[in-house]
Antibody, heavy 120, light 107 residues
Framework: QVQLVQSGAEVKKPGASVKVSCKTS????????LHWVRQAPGQRLEWVGM????????KYSQKFQTRVTITRDTSASTAYMELSSLRSEDTAMYYC?????????????WGQGTLVTVSS | DIQMTQSPSTLSASVGDRVTMTCRAS??????LAWYQQRPGKAPKLLIY???TLESGVPSRFSGSGSGTEFTLTISSLQPDDFATYYC?????????FGQGTRLEIK
């Protein structure tokens, strides 16, 4: 069965960086793009960016363009999201999610979420 | 960037009711819109994609309609499990924003 398993919760100080992983299984990794979505406490879902796992092409939300890096390791069927220059407003649950169909960006499988807390 | 607006922000209803919520886009999406259900503390769950296609395993009381800039999600007969927050998301052009959500609460 399809599974997306994310790394554990992180506590970081302002100005630091965090790297969250999303290990996938149960399907062919390179056939489906992976997205990162975050949700601050009590707020709406916010799309951060995505990676086309087959060729490595990336799209970022302009809001995060200068601070976020999404990568993948095809041999490990794992995607990563690194966010730098953290501030308190980055405190949120971060999710990875998979395209439902190749090239169609509705998101059918989601990771369990990784809570990132930014606090001095 | 495309802006997504959902209404109402909160909807109060009872078990058995029929409810409808709306999602509007600032530009045409054709049919590239999805609906998600999110329960507290859980990841979102895909309900509807391409505006009106029911995801496998989702009960048939959920339905979606619309195209262009206006879309609706209807639940034909509310069940206790349906009280949650619902989000729309456009995927016509990058970036891929979500609406602010409609919280469905028990009256």
């Amino acid at each position: 069965q399809v599974q997306l398993v994310q790394s554990g919760a992180e506590v970081k100080k302002p100005g630091a960086s965090v790297k969250v992983s999303c290990k996938t299984s149960g399907y062919t990794f390179i056939n489906y793009a992976l997205h990162w979505v975050r949700q601050a406490p009590g707020q709406r879902l916010e799309w951060v960016g995505m990676i086309i796992t087959g060729n490595g092409n990336i799209k970022y939300s302009q809001k995060f363009q200068t601070r976020v890096t999404i990568t993948r390791d095809t041999s490990a069927s794992t995607a990563y999201m690194e966010l730098s220059s953290l501030r308190s407003e980055d405190t949120a649950m971060y999710y990875c999610a998979r395209d439902h169909d190749a090239g169609s960006h509705e998101l059918d499988y989601w990771g369990q979420g990784t809570l990132v807390t930014v606090s001095s | 960037d495309i802006q997504m607006t959902q209404s109402p922000s909160t909807l109060s209803a009872s078990v058995g009711d029929r409810v409808t919520m709306t999602c509007r886009a600032s530009q045409s999406l054709s049919i590239w819109l999805a609906w998600y259900q999110q329960r507290p503390g859980k990841a979102p769950k895909l309900l509807i994609y391409k505006a009106s296609t029911l995801e496998s395993g989702v009960p048939s009381r959920f339905s979606g309609s619309g195209s262009g800039t206006e879309f609706t999600l209807t639940i034909s007969s509310l069940q206790p499990d349906d009280f949650a927050t619902y989000y729309c998301q456009q995927y016509n052009t990058y970036p891929l924003p979500f609406g602010q959500g409609t919280r469905l609460e028990i009256k």
